[in-house]
């Protein structure tokens, strides 16, 4: 008897399922601009989460290219110089590295910038021997690299002790400032999401008024009422998070051809992260769960007010 | 079965619908409940139905305390009470067979179960070719007993009637009061508000009138 109720409930909760979505089928033009407004509110916290999270890709590639450039003073003599970067090399907090005399410099620019006969004029070598220093602290140890860096800084050789990190040390502020800025615009389309749902049930259920009073006439309880409108909800969300995804995924297929253009271009092996499986769960699950709310509140705010006379 | 003791109903523009009021009306009963407009006839057929609650004094039905029963119980109080209306009030983008099914559906009942009752509703009403119609392919007197059949489907021991003749001609109105009397002979508790004295007149039942609120 038992397994028959629950049966039958579940039974209950397919047809009320079905119905809801017959009743969206009804008004086909009303409910596509429903769910078209829910998917693009979706769609855009989501693209600029894929966007960032690509952009955390393309940094993340550079994560061990922390070095110290130490410029020497031009005075210093080359075997000083190599005495030098011996000596750092027993520094605990340095892992490599590599002594360039100021000829050396020299010779890699002329090779670089073919600006041969324009050096040849030079009455003396303008570059300064540098050292090349991998520290062991990786990039995200700030502190320990500031202090390594000011150790190098004071040194009586040392003209210029510089860490090539600042400007990815910029770009992850820029990356964190993303974040929180997409956070912030997620949930607040996700509360105006919230709202249209609210807002398209309320008139559901203003345009039911009768069919309300006439079911708790009958005996109908709240729970019944409601069922049906928080499933009308369910799938505006499911649907929406459906058509967020789909905008997600024709938009990534849009720019997949020049990024990955562009990433040839810089030769690097970048390729464009998609996330479309993540995402295929979560937009529609995440929908829903605001459809199912946004029903929720609404419904409870209205349907109190519902009551035969 | 339906009992009043001392019931005062005061609305909130301080008119007084009902001023005192007592009887009592046994189980398997059949009564009219009569009196002019603003007598007092809706109000109290809407406490027993629980639309809505006394002022003062006690309702009881079914040895039940209405003015005890806590907000989440009405559902389950009226389907034990079949209603009855001037207006039927049916779902006109609904069937028939899904009007009469839908206390079925509230109560939980299953498919099969609900499928017998609704077509035994609508047989007892005459009515069992028109199920798949809707309402407003019926005449008044029709869709009147598509909302008797609705009102009877879960077997309540009580069937309230407010006006249910008020829109038909004298033939159709005999018809269905013939219907009610039907439900009283199986040992349902009968009460139906009416100002058609002419009708009830000729039939042998208690007639309960109210005038200002009180018994005439």
Do not use: C
């Not at chain 1, 020497?72 to 005399?101: C, F, M």
């Not at chain 1, 220093?133 to 000011?150: G, N, V």
């Not at chain 1, 259920?205 to 009768?210: A, F, G, K, V």
């Not at chain 2, 398997?28 to 057929?45: D, I, N, P, R, Y």
């Amino acid at each position: 008897m038992l397994n028959l109720n629950v049966h039958n409930y579940f039974l209950r909760h397919m047809q009320v399922m079905l119905y809801s979505l017959g009743q969206l089928w009804r008004t086909p033009a009303a409910t596509v601009m429903t769910i078209l407004v829910i998917g693009i509110a979706l769609a855009m916290p989501a693209g600029l989460y894929v966007l960032l999270k690509n952009v955390e890709e393309v940094s993340s590639q550079w994560d061990d290219a922390s070095q110290i450039s130490l410029f020497l003073h031009h005075a210093t003599p080359d075997s000083r110089g190599k005495q030098l970067a011996e000596q750092l090399l027993t520094w605990p907090d340095i892992n490599a590295v590599s002594y360039q005399s100021s000829q050396q410099s020299l010779d890699e620019f002329r090779a670089l910038s073919g600006l041969d006969d324009l050096l040849n004029t030079l009455p003396k070598n303008p570059l300064p021997p540098v050292i090349i220093i991998q520290p062991t602290a990786s990039q995200h140890e700030a502190e320990a690299l500031s202090s390594l860096l000011d150790r190098l800084q004071n040194m009586q050789e040392v003209e210029l002790a510089q860490l090539d990190m600042e400007w990815l040390q910029r770009l992850r502020t820029i990356n964190e400032t993303g974040e929180r800025s997409i956070t912030i615009l997620a949930v607040l389309l996700s509360l105006s999401v919230l709202l249209v749902i609210g807002n398209t049930i309320r008139l559901a259920i203003l345009n039911r008024q009768t069919e309300i009073r006439v079911i708790k006439l009958v005996g109908g309880t709240n729970a019944f009422v409601r069922r049906p409108f928080l499933y009308t909800g369910f799938w505006y969300g499911l649907l929406g998070g459906a058509i967020a995804w789909l905008t997600l995924l024709v938009t990534l297929l849009t720019i997949n051809g020049p990024v990955n253009r562009l990433a040839s271009l810089y030769d690097s092996q970048f390729v464009l992260q998609w996330l479309s499986g993540q995402m295929f769960i979560a937009l529609p699950l995440f929908g829903t769960l605001l459809g199912v709310l946004g029903a929720w509140l609404a419904v409870g705010r209205h349907l109190d007010n519902i009551e035969p006379t | 079965m339906i009992r009043f003791s001392e019931v005062y109903k005061r609305y909130t523009n301080q008119h007084e619908a009902l001023s005192g009021l007592s009887f009592e009306l046994d189980k398997g009963e059949m009564a009219f409940l009569t009196g002019h407009s603003g007598a007092g006839k809706s109000t109290l057929l809407k406490l027993i139905a629980l639309i809505e609650r006394s002022s003062h004094g006690q309702v009881w039905v079914n040895n039940q305390n209405l003015t005890r029963l806590p907000k989440w119980k009405v559902p389950y109080y009226r389907r034990k009470i079949g209603l009855v209306f001037q207006d039927h009030n049916l779902l006109h983008d609904r069937t028939v067979f899904d009007n009469v099914a839908l206390p079925l559906i509230i109560a939980g009942e299953n498919h099969r179960e609900i499928g017998r009752r609704v077509r035994a509703a609508l047989d007892k009403v005459g009515l069992l070719g028109k199920e798949r119609s809707l309402p407003i392919a019926l005449s008044g007197g029709e869709q009147q007993r598509v909302g008797i059949a609705r009102a009877v489907v879960n077997r309540p021991p009580v069937l309230l009637a407010d006006e249910p003749t008020g829109n038909l001609d004298p033939e159709l109105s005999r018809e269905i009061m013939r219907l009610f009397e039907q439900f009283n002979q199986v040992g349902v508790t009968v009460f139906v508000a009416t100002h058609d004295q002419d009708l009830i007149n000729r039939m042998p039942y208690r007639q309960i009138t109210l005038q200002q609120g009180r018994l005439a």
